[in-house]
């Protein structure tokens, strides 16, 4: 694509978008039932967009980044498909592929991170492996997918671990801003496959509250397409 053909896709999304901000009700918060219907009756673009959470944390005097933390099995998944994965020793390493894993290795994979290789969305290490991926954390990291045993990305259940990320469960953190940004699903599944998906991953970040937290942990919610601007729910009933 030039320039100028780039210029006009910008222009016309930049209409498409001016457009849909202007039909929506921003002064009063929506239902979460409702915010979806609103969403899926919004202009579209050319491809299944994918409807995405942020939630402000009450975050207090403590630092945002990392105050959220773990993981959610949303119950009909993403709509995405993902490449894990896996750091694992060479008797591991038949397990990682037979339950799916995309890249499987060790020091080998470890050297193509390195070198900047990183082609996978997820990943996934044994608990021995970890001592070997300390060179790699800063380039891991700052993606949001360093193993963890938080997001239940540090295993030796190889085989469940990887069928549970390929069917649906996503990892979560909050941003410096005390903030949590995912993709809980394709606007084109039924609404309450999206209010289900919804449901479940608020749980999951109630529950990774830190005991230094007083008081409520989530301040606001708001959904929106890929594309498309926010709407702020006021109940997830």
Known sequence: MNLHQEKKKMKRISKRHKENKKSLNKKEPYSLAEAITVLKNTKKVKFDETLEIAIVLNKEKNKGENLAKGSSKLPHGTGKKIKIAVFASSEKIDEAKKAGADIVGNE?????????????????????????????????GPLGIMPNPKTKTVTDNLTETIKDFKEGQIQFKSEKAGIVHAGIGKIS?????????????????????????????????????????????????
């Open 108 to 140: 080998d994979l470890i050297k193509k991170i390195n070198e900047g290789k990183i082609e996978f969305d997820i990943a996934i290490s044994t608990p021995e492996m970890m001592k070997d991926l300390a060179p790699i954390a800063s380039k891991l």
């Open 189 to 237: 599944f039924p609404n309450e496959n999206l209010i289900t998906n919804v449901k479940e991953f608020l749980d999951k970040v109630k529950k990774s509250k830190p005991d230094v937290i007083k008081g409520q942990f989530i301040k606001k919610i708001y959904l929106s397409l890929s594309m498309g601007p926010s709407l702020k729910i006021s109940s997830v009933k």
